[in-house]
């Protein structure tokens, strides 16, 4: 599977990606990976074979994902007309079975261990309410269920705390806010393996981000300090510029993105490389990573007003920010490098203390692959933060 530097991995969410959100990433990205309409559970059917001496075990379906109703037609008609992008494989929908650098029975196993994390499960559940969710589950299985024939273990199987409960809101938000919680951490690990920036536009996902974030520093930070940690990217209004792309051809949209995308891509080059330098830098202090994100921040200065000219030259419309190139931070796009990159999510649970290492067994440490052997993205692109 091919694989670009300035490239961006949509992580799923309850909602398909809209057509005027994929263009606008279209022009601001070499390649814009999102899930297949197929990929519809933590696990998916036949996705996940284990091999015991006598016989090998298939595991059907499990986890699936909420959903809004008529998702699949939504998602069809998001991609009406695109078709030559897609046979470029500038827009590329990824099946998760197709990830063979992933064992997707670590996705099951991230899911299980973060169901008992309050932080995960709460920053999934800031739409929760007392009415029932307007959120289509099929019959699944939500936890557990590792399968073995008698007599032996799962490779995946360790001891699970009681899952968090939500209080003073409907039951059913209180697994689907765990399985929303599955799935990112699922969409984080395919678009680590893709080398893609994991993207969070929608703000469940951007909640959930954040709180794994929080967990995987080794630094404390309260969300007043958050601007502190963000790296405005962006110059152009996000609604603004999708306002005007609702109607515009995807064929335009190709034609638009051969005159932007050399501007937008100095800029993203500059983040990744320079990101990469601070996630890998062993800062002893929350200082010390402040400092390094400002310097970073004024040298970023030039590239933004090269790219801000880039867009005005389009005249789109009034898509600029405002305030120009030079203008303040705003929470509108954040780009915010991890404190330490960390190579798969299911190391990063360990990091957190959801999973005791001592509980692993040795067949699951060895589905951990070395940390030279990973390719890691620096960056999480947050979009619709709300605090």
């Known amino acids: 599977m091919s694989r670009t530097y300035n490239s961006a991995f949509v992580l799923t969410g309850d909602e398909p990606i809209s057509a005027p959100t994929l263009k606008r990433l279209l ?15 933590i696990i998916n059917e036949k996705e996940v074979f284990e091999r015991f001496p006598n016989m090998t075990v298939c595991w059907g379906a499990r986890g699936h994902y909420p959903r809004v109703p008529e998702y ?95 209080i003073d809101v409907h ?55 958050l601007m502190d940690f963000a790296i405005d990217a962006d110059i152009v209004d996000i609604e603004k510029l999708e306002a005007n792309l609702i109607d515009v051809p995807w064929d335009d949209i190709l034609k638009i993105r051969k005159e932007i995308l050399p501007a937008v891509s100095k800029t993203k080059d500059f983040l990744n ?42 005249r789109i419309g009034s898509i600029l920010k405002i305030g120009g190139a030079t203008g303040s931070i705003g929470l509108g796009t954040l780009a915010i490098p991890t404190l330490t990159a960390f190579p798969s999510v299911l190391v990063s649970l360990i990091c957190a203390g959801l999973i005791s290492a001592a509980a692993l067994s040795p067949e699951l440490k060895k589905l951990i692959p070395a940390r030279r052997k990973l390719r890691e993205h620096p960056l999480y692109l947050i979009e619709k933060l709300t605090k």
């Open 171 to 225: 039951e059913e938000w209180s697994w689907i806010s765990r399985l929303r919680v599955g799935r990112a951490l699922k969409s984080i690990r395919i678009a680590q393996a893709l080398n893609a920036s994991p993207i969070a536009i929608d703000s469940i996902n951007s909640e959930i981000c954040y709180a794994l974030m929080q967990q995987s520093s080794p630094f404390k930070f309260t969300n007043d300090a």
């Open 273 to 314: 490389r320079n990101t990469n330098i601070i996630s890998n830098n062993e800062f002893k202090s929350v200082d010390q990573y402040i400092r390094a994100l400002n310097e970073l921040k004024s040298s970023l200065i030039h590239l933004k007003e090269q790219e801000y000219e880039a867009w005005e030259s389009l």
């Open 27 to 41: 022009l601001t990205h070499n390649k814009v990976y999102f899930s297949d309409v197929n990929d519809e559970a």
């Open 72 to 166: 699949k037609e939504r998602y069809s008609r998001c991609l009406k007309g695109s078709e030559t992008a897609l046979n470029r494989t500038l827009l590329q929908p990824i099946e998760s079975r197709n990830i063979r650098t992933i064992d997707p029975g670590m996705h099951w196993m991230s899911y299980n261990a973060s169901l008992s994390n309050k932080d995960l499960v709460n920053a999934a559940a800031i739409d929760a309410t007392i009415e029932k969710p307007n959120l289509s589950i099929p019959n699944t299985i939500f936890c557990g269920a590792e399968v073995s024939p008698s007599g032996a273990k799962s490779k995946y199987s360790f001891d699970y705390k009681d899952p968090t409960e939500l």
